[in-house]
Structures are given as C-alpha cells and as structure tokens.
C-alpha cells in the first residue's frame, strides 16, 4: 500500500490548506455572528460569499470519487483532503462538501434517473439547493434499520408515506430542497428486501418539519437535526430509488463513503484541537512552570499524536481497501475506522479541554463544540456497538461456516 499523495493530490493539499487560512478560519467568528442575527435558520452571507471563492478556484465537489462530476480522486486521495476541511466545522461546505449532501449526491450519481439527476443532483452539484437524509425514527430501536416502520404504499402512480424521522441533518435549513426517504414498502419480503428509498420534495404537501433537536444543547443552525411527520405525502411512483426493495443494498454504497468522510474530517478536527493543546501548554504558566513541564502534560501531548497518527493509517487503509476491492469487501475496515476516529479524536480533545482549564468548556474556544459533534459520531452512521459487533463477526467468520454464525444469531 502506497499511501504517499500524488502531485495531484499535493496540490489540492496545499490549496487547500492555504484557503482555510485565508478564509475560513477568518470566517469562524463571523458565521456565528451572523448566524445569532435575526432568524437562526436562514443561511449565513459569511458562507455564501466561501463558497463563490471556492468555486472560483476550482476548490468545488472534490469529493466524489472517479467522477466526471467531481475532481475525479479515489477514496484514498481525497482523505487528506477532507481531513484539512474537518479542522473547522465550518469547512466542508465552502467546497459543497458537506454531509449529508455528499452522501445524497454519490446516491444520485449511482442510483438516480435522468430525471431525478436533472432535478436534483445538478443544483446540488451547483451548490444551489441542499439535501437531507431521512432514516432514523424516535419509535425504534434504529441501531438496528430493519427495524425501521416509517412506509410507502403503492396507490397507482404514487407512493403514500406516512411515518416519522428523526435526525434528518439539514431539514431545518430552507436550502434544503429534497430528502432521501427510507421507509418499509413490503413488510413481507425478505428482512433486508422490505424497505426502498424515495425521493421526498420538502414541500410536498404533507410533510412537516416538527423541530430542529438540540445536539448537547447546540442547534447546529442553520443546518440542524430535525423531527419530520410525514402524513400521507403523495410523490410519484418514479421516485423510488434502483427499484422497490433495494433501499438496503443502496445503504451499503452510501453509508461506506459517509462513514469515512466522518472519520477524515474528524482526524483534521483532532489534529487542530493537539495544536491548541501544544500551544496552550507552553504559553501558559502554572506553579512556576509552563503547563507542559506540569503533571503527565507531556504525556497526554505524546499519546495524542500516536493516537492520531495511528487513526489516519487506518482510516488510509479503509480508503485503500474501498478503492480497491469496493465498499462492500472493505466494510470491517470501515466499521473499524468508524470506531477508532471519534474515540480517538474525543480523547485528543478531551486532554486540550483539561489543558485550557475553564476556558476550555466555554465557548471562547471550540473544543466543547468539538467535543459534542465527535460524542455524537459513536451514535451516527451506527453506533460503535454495532460495527464492533459486524468486526467480531467477520473475524468470526474466517474459523467458522457462514450458515452456522448465522444460526447462532
């Protein structure tokens, strides 16, 4: 495995990295300034104006992976790529490379008509509209998505949806155009053959968004996480995606990609929280000393770059292994990289909070807010319950037959 970047590669680096410092992190102050003025939930100038920059230097849709549509990179090389824009929460989406638009985008591309890519992939392509994902539901167990109940029925020409969703990231804000609904369509198919996925207009009629939830008491504006009531919402029949009963086998291909994109950005979040922590420790003193000659201060600085380093290295081979043998002969190395990033970058972030003292759980810094979306990371996408137990089952799976680690089910 050949993990060194390509010239091409090096070069979407270094650009990259020098537009997040000229602008995005400039712009940290400002999108929370502005998104505190008036209406919460109505996009932010700030963002508009990054990503007319953004686009203007060809620093646009770099994420889709051996696409025409995108800047034509493998898992692999858009890793680090996506690592620079996790240093910032607000750095993925002046490059319309943002969940969960990316995820919703690559599902388009493999999945959709000409008609759906028409309607909704280029705009989003543009950056003009923005996407949701509804999947998860307040009345299940969703750890487990066969459980899910939400469901279409077939009426003629038109599906009828009726059910509700929960952290649907990006309902609440008003760019967002189109869901992806993933509800049961056939109860008595097989367990993985009974749901599909839908495309849902936010403005059919029907559809109504309850409330945006609060993630550790952050609302995320204007992005949010919202509660959706579908009640007998009526799209064409058309709108089901790769056909009835294939919403699982959809997941697949889209949650991979998802997954790790997660884990990228959440190395470059820990890796800019290991610089606060690095800084904070020689600038401050404490009992005669700078904080980094305190305690086991020196330590927690050492343990964090190994941890860290030993994060990208996996996170690098699960790119490699989906660029190579695709997402569904890599999924334990994407459940163990799904596992290792946010515990890893939670632990990096929890020593800089300890570092800054008081200030490091207030807002004059990010780590709090950091710390809130990585806590969330072990429940998105899967909990770590989950992937460690698909893990446990593949290694199972090399000393015992198939059928009999099913049976044991």
């Known amino acids: 495995m050949d993990f060194a970047y390509s010239a091409k590669v090096q070069d979407l680096r270094e650009r990259l990295t020098a537009f997040m410092e000229a602008n995005v992190y400039p712009a940290e102050k400002v999108f929370e300034e502005q998104v505190a003025q008036g209406d919460r939930w109505q996009p932010t100038q700030i963002m508009e104006d990054l990503k007319a920059k953004a686009k203007a230097e060809g620093l646009w849709n770099l994420f889709l992976p051996e696409s025409e549509l995108g800047a034509g990179l493998t898992n692999m090389e858009y890793a680090p790529l996506a690592e620079i824009m996790g240093r910032s929460l607000i750095g993925s989406e002046p490059f319309n490379c943002a969940a969960p638009d990316t995820g919703n985008m690559e599902v388009l591309v493999r999945y959709g008509s000409e008609e759906h890519k028409r309607t909704w992939l280029e705009p989003l392509l543009r950056g003009e509209i923005r996407s949701a994902f509804a999947m998860t539901e307040p009345g299940v167990a969703s750890s487990d998505a066969t459980n899910m109940e939400a469901n279409a029925v077939r009426d003629g020409d038109e599906w009828v949806i009726n059910g509700r969703k929960w952290w649907t990231s990006g309902a609440c804000d008003p760019r ?234």
Not at 375 to 390: I, K, N, S, Y
């Open 176 to 409: 967002c155009k189109i869901m992806i609904f993933m509800g049961l369509t056939n109860p008595d198919a097989p367990r993985h053959q009974q749901h599909s996925m839908i495309l849902v207009p936010t403005d059919a009629p029907g559809v109504k968004i309850l409330r945006p939830l609060p993630v550790f008491g952050y609302d995320d504006a204007p992005h949010g996480h919202a509660e959706v009531l579908f009640e007998n919402v009526r799209v064409p029949y058309e709108n089901v995606l790769l056909g009835e009963g294939r919403g699982f086998e959809i997941a697949q291909g889209r949650l991979g990609p998802g997954r790790i994109h997660h884990c990228m950005r959440s190395i470059g979040m820990a890796e800019r929280a290991l610089e606060l922590m690095c800084k904070r420790s020689v600038s401050r003193t404490a009992f005669g000393k700078p904080l980094a000659r305190l305690g086991g201060n020196i330590d927690h600085i050492a343990n964090s770059r190994i941890e860290i380093n030993q994060a990208r290295l996996l996170t690098l081979n699960a790119a490699y292994m989906m660029d190579k043998a695709g997402n569904k002969f890599a999924q334990s190395e994407i459940a163990q990289i799904k596992v290792v990033a946010p515990n890893v970058a939670l632990q990096v972030i929890d020593r800089a909070i300890q570092m800054h003292g008081g200030a490091g759980v207030s807002n004059d810094f990010p780590l709090a807010y950091w710390y809130a979306m990585q806590r969330t990371l072990r429940l998105a996408d899967g909990p770590d319950e989950v992937h460690r137990a698909a893990i446990g089952k593949y290694e199972i799976g090399k000393y015992v037959p198939k059928d009999a680690l099913r049976s044991s089910r």
